[in-house]
């Protein structure tokens, strides 16, 4: 069974950091794409980026390059996702989720997700 | 970046009734591979969201067939023929073409 477990969430000051960590198991991580996906309160679902099976590629939203930065480490079986100079827009439940890239292209399988809050 | 619409934003349904969700894409979704790279998700009150549909119309494992996807270019639909109550929840279309990946704003599904 395919289980993704995030953590590394809590409460930030605006201007702060924090580095999310997404656990894999239950399939062979390494042959896979990875992604974030965020939703704040009670909004709706906003792609963040994406990193390819061995790191050599990562996608990421416009809007948030030179803030965040997605990374892994197949060794360990995790996804990470560092994520710096925070704002409060940021806030947001941070899902880590499986990404097919080859056919047919979609996040099958997500964790539970990562509250981050950014506040002063 | 590709824009896409959902409508409508919210469908009370009754039990038993058939639901029906328009997606509606800025630029048409077929990649240059030839497939058309649209997805549903469902998210469940309080839960992380769970694919449906992948590719237009196919059934992720454990959908039931109650749940389809049709549609081409930049127009598709999600139905689902007879309402349940564990159908209560809001579902997002997919566009994962290029990047940025885009999702529409979600249509909350609720029970009348």
């Known amino acids: 069974e395919v289980q993704l477990v995030e953590s590394g969430g809590g409460l930030v000051q605006p201007g702060g950091s924090l580095r999310l960590s997404c656990a894999a198991s239950g399939f062979t991580f390494d042959t896979y794409w990875m992604g974030w996906v965020r939703q704040a309160p009670g909004k709706g679902l906003e792609w963040v980026a994406n990193?390819?099976?061995?790191?050599?590629?990562?996608y990421s939203v416009d809007s948030m390059k030179g803030r965040f930065t997605i990374s892994r480490d197949n060794a360990k079986n995790s996804l990470y996702l560092q994520m710096n100079s925070l704002r409060v827009d940021d806030t947001a439940v941070y899902y880590c989720?499986?990404?097919?890239?080859?056919?047919?292209?979609?996040?099958?399988?997500w964790g539970q997700g990562t509250l981050v809050t950014v506040s002063s | 970046d590709i824009v896409m619409t959902q409508t409508p934003l919210s469908s009370p349904v009754t039990l038993g009734q058939p639901a029906s969700i328009s997606c509606r894409s800025s630029?048409?979704?077929?990649?240059?591979?030839?497939?058309?790279?649209l997805s549903w998700l469902q998210q469940r009150p309080g839960q992380p969201p769970r694919l449906l549909i992948y590719k237009v119309s196919n059934r992720f494992s454990g959908v039931p067939d109650r749940v389809s996807g049709s549609g081409a270019g930049t127009d598709f639909t999600l139905k689902i023929s007879r309402v349940e109550a564990e159908d209560v929840g809001v579902y997002y279309c997919m566009q994962a073409k290029q990047f940025p990946l885009t999702f529409g704003q979600g249509t909350k599904v609720e029970i009348k």
């Open positions: 989720a499986r990404y097919t890239f080859i056919v047919p292209r979609t996040f099958d399988s």
């Open positions: 630029q048409s979704l077929v990649h240059s591979d030839g497939n058309t790279y």
């Open positions: 990193i390819k099976q061995d790191g050599s590629e990562t």
